[in-house]
């Protein structure tokens, strides 16, 4: 016997050991229509050849993730795996005892693992086209211990250039701090879909498999971690996580489908996720509008509040406590965007600087008296010319008190209809009825449970209301609209930087592929730092925003002057409908 290890030297400590034969003799194997040739042994998916080479191989088998990838478990778990006596590797490593392989079908196997550790993996691989769909009933037969992070690899793809593509991959002490925080859907894991392009050699694509919603992570481990060697060398481990515990004497049946082609073409490669995530979350469930938008911070500062300025309100129009300054607004306003053409207005700290702190707050509805009288008349007013108004709002939060002076926040469990209720929909409908139309989620989109808030707000809101997350996911994108920034970089202003450009944080990437896979989504984007010199004649920031169909975020006192070329630029790109 001989141990086969899964992943790179330097995180050996958190690498699973899966006992392999000296010899293995396939029980099946399966021919794609690239020509590639699948074999499944009693170890699993054990080889990938392509054109008589081996592009991948080792075996797939189960094991808990918890302790060694995540730190979750007893402290000497969370520990280097060196070191560990015989028997903690076959406890916790996931060291099999006994293992079978059957086949009935010409595409389809069972393979069998039962392990040290008091847990059973009966894993079905059912094979189509260029795909193969892995499910596993993960058995544990532990009378004491939970499966924490219930996982899957052991296969070790070989490519013959560094490879490139959507691959995560993070440091152990990376995933030991933000645990959930690294799985899909998240800020830090947009797309629940891998695909890893070896250019004119092939192509791998994967694809959860769930019954609906859920946590999820493909792990593409570097096979070493050294510095200046990580990208360097064309060797990826495969991996594939679920964020589940499985109590003693509980099963739990997950996982994902990989398709290995000869196309490269990255839409190839990801149609299984895009056929996932259509049934998982659909398309865009809501209006879009690409027309820019125009923006004004009402609130400026603690120093702001006086006998005369209660409520710590810039001045002048954005004073929204004064019923003659808010007229004005409206005549700025109103004016500027029918100009522009543009959709309408969101207004930032519309409840005044709070002296508390926390501003964007998530009571965001509640108003001082005045300006809540005066909202009346923005209603009023924006409604008749047929442009849209609306605010700052921070969903997933709710302010507690500190101290005396002091508010801080917790996050809401969304999981509560009454949290969903109360803390979220109310105020969100009791500033609809105030007229607003138009929201911007401050701190909003990082996580699944965000996910889950906005597919609730967006099943109350309807179609008609425009909503704009400051942070992004592909599973949050049927739901709401992005709201980005942009920075100009000068050819050499960095090391990545090949070009002048305008590159937005969100990601020109990212932002093609969430369209890809759900339609047309709105993004709101505003130009912020400039890192080196713009060249002469280089293309606006508003050119490239609508050119890309990003709506322009314009500051109020700057609307007058940027809407007769904002209005041009959006007949010559936007369509008309």
């Keep these: 016997m001989k141990f086969a290890r899964f992943a790179s030297s330097v995180c050996a400590f958190a690498c699973a050991l899966v006992v392999l034969s000296e010899e293995q003799n396939p029980a099946f194997t399966y021919k794609n ?8 042994t009693e170890n699993g998916l054990s080889s990938v050849t392509k054109n008589g080479k081996e592009i991948a191989k080792g075996g797939l088998y189960a094991w808990n993730a918890g302790p060694g990838w995540f730190g979750a478990g007893k402290p000497d778990e969370a520990m280097a795996y060196p070191g560990y006596s015989a028997d903690a590797y076959k406890k916790i490593a996931g060291e099999i005892n006994k293992k079978t392989v059957t086949s009935d079908a010409a595409d389809h196997a069972v393979v069998r693992h039962e392990y040290f550790m008091n847990a059973v993996a009966t894993f079905d691989y059912k094979f189509s086209g260029e795909d193969v769909a892995v499910k596993v009933k993960f058995e544990n037969n532990d009378a004491k211990t939970s499966i924490r992070y219930p996982a899957l690899g052991g296969l070790c793809f070989t490519f013959a250039n560094p490879p490139t593509g959507n ?8 995933l030991h701090q933000v645990r959930e925080g690294c799985f899909h859907p998240s800020n830090l894991n947009k797309i629940g879909g891998t695909y890893v392009i070896d250019e004119n050699n092939f192509g791998v694509g994967t694809s959860p498999i769930t019954n609906g919603m859920a946590r999820t992570l493909t792990f593409w481990d570097y096979d070493d971690w050294n510095p200046g060697r990580r990208d360097i060398v064309p060797v990826r481990w495969l991996t594939y996580i679920i964020s589940n515990e499985i109590p003693p004497g509980a099963a739990v049946t997950f996982g994902f489908k990989m398709r290995v082609s000869a196309k490269t073409d990255w839409k190839h490669l990801l149609q299984p996720y895009k056929d996932y995530f259509k049934e998982i979350y659909g398309e865009v469930k809501y209006k879009s509008d690409f027309r820019a938008v125009s923006v004004m911070h009402a609130n400026r500062n603690l120093e702001s509040i006086t006998p005369e300025n209660p409520y710590g309100f810039h001045g002048g129009f954005r004073r ?16 500027g965007l029918k100009k522009a053409d543009g959709q309408g207005l969101i207004i930032w700290g519309q409840g005044g600087e709070e002296p508390r702190g926390q501003s964007y707050r998530s009571d965001f509805d509640v108003l001082p008296p005045a300006v809540e009288k005066n909202f009346e008349i923005m209603k009023k007013r924006f409604s008749e010319a047929g442009v849209k108004f609306g605010v ?3 969903p997933s939060q709710m302010q507690i008190r500190l101290n005396w002076k002091e508010d801080g926040t917790i996050n809401i469990n969304p999981l509560d209809p009454q949290h969903l209720e109360v803390m979220v ?9 105030k007229g607003c139309t138009l929201f911007y989620l401050d701190s909003f989109g990082n996580t699944y449970e965000d996910v889950i808030i906005m597919k609730y707000l967006r099943e109350k809101m309807g179609p008609d209301i425009q909503t704009f997350v400051e942070h992004q996911c592909d599973a949050i994108a049927p739901y709401s609209g992005f709201y980005s920034e942009c920075d100009f970089w000068a050819k050499g202003s960095a090391d990545w930087v090949k070009n002048d450009g305008w590159y937005p944080r969100t990601g020109m990437d990212f932002l093609e592929k969430a369209r890809w896979l759900t339609g047309p989504v709105n993004i709101i984007t505003r130009g912020y730092d400039v890192h080196g010199k713009i060249p002469d004649g280089f293309e606006s920031t508003n050119s490239f925003f609508i050119r890309n169909g990003m709506s322009p975020m314009i500051e109020d006192y700057m609307l007058d002057q940027f809407a007769d070329e904002v209005r041009q630029l959006q007949e010559k790109y936007l369509k008309k409908k």
């Design 167 to 174: 691959m995560p991959v993070w440091h152990m002490s990376y």
């Design 33 to 40: 229509p690239s020509g590639i040739i699948f074999t499944v």
């Design 425 to 433: 929909w109310n105020r969100f409908k009791n500033m609809i009825d």
């Design 320 to 335: 929204l406590d004064l019923p003659e300054e808010v007229n004005k607004l409206c005549d700025l306003m109103i004016g």
């Design 392 to 394: 700052a709002a921070r």
